[in-house]
Each structure stands twice: as C-alpha cells, then as structure tokens.
C-alpha cells in the first residue's frame, strides 16, 4: 500500500518537476515537456543518500576489529560445532531442563504482572487526556523512555547486583523492561479514548475512580489485552537469557551446558528453548483471536 | 465482557459486573500466589535488596568519564558492529524474502525458506551469538554474524508478508510484455514494496544498533564487553557512564530514524 503512494508521490514530484521547464517554454508546446521521475534536488537528495549508505559501510569493513583466520575458519568451525551438537542428549532434559524452563516461564509472568502493576499508574500520568498536569506527563514520558532504553539484559546485571543472582533479579529486570513498551502502548491508547462516554459518566456525579472503571477502561481494554499477551510473548523470549548474567531461568542451565563444552546438552537446552518459544506464540496467537 | 452486554436483553442493568473479568483477575492473583514463593521471593530478601539498591546507586553517582577513550572505542565498535550487519542482512533479506513470499515462488521453495526465517526470528540474538563467539572466536565477526540472523528473521519475515500483499496486475503486465524473472521483479514487484522495504531496513538499524551495545556482554564484541567487564571490577562509576553514553546514542538514533521515516512518507 505504502509502496503504491510513494509512487504516485514520485509521480506528483515528477509532474512539479516537469512543469518547470514547460512553463519556462510557454504554454504553447506542451507536448514537448520531458517527463522525469525526480527533480534535480530529489535526485541529489537520493545520491547523496547512497553516498552515506556505502561511505558507512565502507567505514565498517575498513576498521571494524576482525581477525582473518577467523574469517576463513568459520565455516568449518561452525561444522565442527554442529556436529558435537549432533545427536541432542535428551536424557538431560528432566529434570534440570525442565524446572529451569518452568522458572523461566514463572520469571516471564510474574515480571509481565510486575510491569503492569508499575506501568499502569505511569500510563495514566503519561496521558495528556487523562492527566492535566503537563510536568507530570514529561515526568512520566521520561520514566517510559529510561526504562526503554536499557536493554532487559542490562536491567538484569543492575538488579543481579542489587538482588543477588536468581529469579528476583530476573522478574525485576523483565518488569523494568517492560515498564516502558508497555506503559508507552497504554499511554497511547489512553489518549485516543472517546471523550463522550467519560463526560456522560462524569455527568452522573460519579468520581474518579467510577469514571475511570465505567467509561475509559471499557474503551481501552481490548488495547490492554493485546499488549499483554504481546509483551508476555516477548518476555518468554526474553527470560529465556537472563541467566546468562545470572538471573535465573533456562539461561543458567544453558550457561552452565556451554562452560562445560557439553555440546549436545546445549543442543538440548536449546530445542527446549525453541519449543516454548514456539508455543508461547501459538498459544498468544489463538487466545488473541478468540479475545479480540 | 465488560458493562456493554447485548442491547436486546429487557431488564439489562447498565453496568452489570462482569463475572468473566472478576473471575481472571482472581485466577492471576492466584497465580502470583503461587508463583512467588516458587521463586524464593520473600519480602525480606525485597527490604534487603532495596537497601543495597541505594548502596548501588550512591556508588554509580557521579558517573566516571575518565576512561572516555575506551568508551568512544566500544561504542564505534557497536556502530560498526549494527552497519555491517544491517548491510549484510538487507542484502540476505532480498533474495529470501522473494523466495519465502507464497505467490511469487513455488511452495517446495517457500516452505523450506519460511522455516528458515522462522528458525532465524525464535532465537534470541544474544543464544545465537553465544553460538558464534563459541564457533568463530571472540570479537566483532560473531556479532555481526549474531546480528544477521536477527535482521534476517524480521526484515525477511515482514518483507515476505507485504510481497504476499502486493497487486498481481502489474506482474502480469510485465510478463505478458514478455519479460524474463529478473525484470518482472525488478519492474512489478520491488517498486510495489520499495518503501516499505526501507522502512523495515530502517527499523532493523535502529533495533541492530540496540542490540549490538548488547552482545558483547558474551563476548561478540562492541561496548557491552566493555560494561560487562566493568560490572564485574565493582566499577559501578564506570558502569553508569557507559549506561549513559548508551542511552544517548539509542535516544539519538531513534531521533534521526524518526526523521527519516517521517520524509521517506
């Protein structure tokens, strides 16, 4: 779709373009003009565009740090690796397998339930319609925004050197994370809350709490649901590395496989990964079509 | 669900509690329940906690530039990290999205590249550079290549959906002028997906150069070496700079990513 109009806005630009030197040489020949796609300016702008495009990656291949025998190993590394990953040790699975992968679903949730806890009361200061008091909506913006901007991995060394390494660390870290996708999304679909159904209950005498409860939350939960079901989907994925850094959950046990050289228990922890993964998302896709 | 039942009902109270809702919300408070002490979350260890989090804090403020040129050099290497890779993934992404796009390429051919894809999306960047830094060495290369395959799962996947969506019309015009494959998509198809196409590319850099900070907290090169190693030396000083330069960069990537998309539409 968006390929479509973009294409007639080069058409549009073409037509401004063109209508340069038509009108420089009379209304009398039209049928002389020359059609060009771009005008001058647009045509500088897109080599100028290519021209940064190559110089950034000319840049990176020049003095980015690679080793060249690396390079030319790595196929027959990654063969090498394969191959003692070849067959998976099953047997490894229960029970260590699959408590981590149950924690790991634990950590996913409860720290989704944790963010939204958090994230609710940021959502409604962020929101313009909802919230009146303009430092406070840049207050609440700013918190978005910081806590998006760390990655879950980051938020998790932080919260393994506050809580000590485990689980606590990682449901803080998920639930840090996911303060800002989530309250960002909220904010979002708080703001675009029909007014009327709120004057009408306010209208009522109702107070508050009974406006917010009776008027927006009808109107924005569908918006609530998928977000849930979208971050938690996320944050399976997500807590499936925490442990990495020692935060609990199947990456403890995957950290522990690869320090060892245990290739086919990696491969193992690793297909148990790609199975929850997979079927957090079928699972998401199914109640999201049966709720909204 | 909620107090806007069926309009038909003759007795309908205006805002009938909803049993479904109340009965969820119970079943998640019983879950939390549940699942708190599986975890060994107590409230002791939380009070504990909180009073390291201000020790914590009191030691990363004020954050410590002095070591601003280990800094610069992690995060250029980040950024070289996010082009190349962004580069050699658009690149991959083009011939694989063509492939996996069901009404372009037979399905013996699109199944086998959408399980591909599939595969490149469900694993997370940091598992699949572990993968690498194991199999090629240390250093930017297990990176870039951790940060293909990331870029391959969604530039790949999003590009194959809106070539599913495009108009058969022009396609079949091409072909009827007797055009060979090349041309048809270079002439019907690319210029139905071309700005949508770089849209993704560009949401891709922007996530790339996130991720790149990151993976090298497992040793795939960029500033997250960098931050990890200073996490382990206690050099919490030092870790809040780096956090902050991080920061900075994503805030202005996103800044100008932003820009971009706005005139590219």
Redesign the interface.
Known sequence: MTGLTTATGGADAAARGATGPAARSGPVRPLLREWSRFTPRQRLARWLVWLGVVAAVAWAVRSIDIIPEFLADAPAQMADLLVRMWPPDLGHYYPQVHTALVETLHIATLGTLLAFALAVPVALLAARNICRVAPLNWLAQLVLVASRSVNSLVWALIFVAVFGPGATAGVFAIAFRSIGFVGKLLAEALEEVAPGPVEAVRATGAGWGATMLKAVWPQVQPAFWGIALFRWDINVRESAVLGLVGAGGIGVVLNDAIDFFQWDRVATVLLAILGVVLVAEVLVNRIRARLI | ????GPAAAPARRP?APSWGFRLGALA?LA??AY??P????SLE??SV??G??GH?LARMLPPNFARWRLLVEGL??S???A??AS?IGIVLSLPLGVLAARNLAPWWIAAPVRGLIA?CR???Y??VA??FV????F???AG??ALVVASIGFIAKLFAE?LE??SMKPVEAVRAAGAGTLAVLIYAVL??????FV?FCLYQLDSNL??S??VG??GA?GIGGT??AA?KRFD?DFVSAI?IA??AV??LAELVSGRVRAA??
Not at chain 2, 38 to 41: D, E, Y
């Open positions: 669900m909620s107090a806007s805002f998640l879950y939390t699942a708190v599986q975890l060994g979350l260890r939380l906690g909180f390291e989090a914590f250029l290497e950024l070289q990290i082009v190349l580069a595969l469900s694993l997370h940091v598992i572990i993968l194991k199999a090629i060495g250093g930017a290369l870039v290549a809106a969506e495009i210029p139905q997906v071309a700005s949508r849209g996130r991720n900070t990151l907290i497992v090169g931050l990890f996490f919490y956090l991080i920061i994503i805030l590219l539409r």
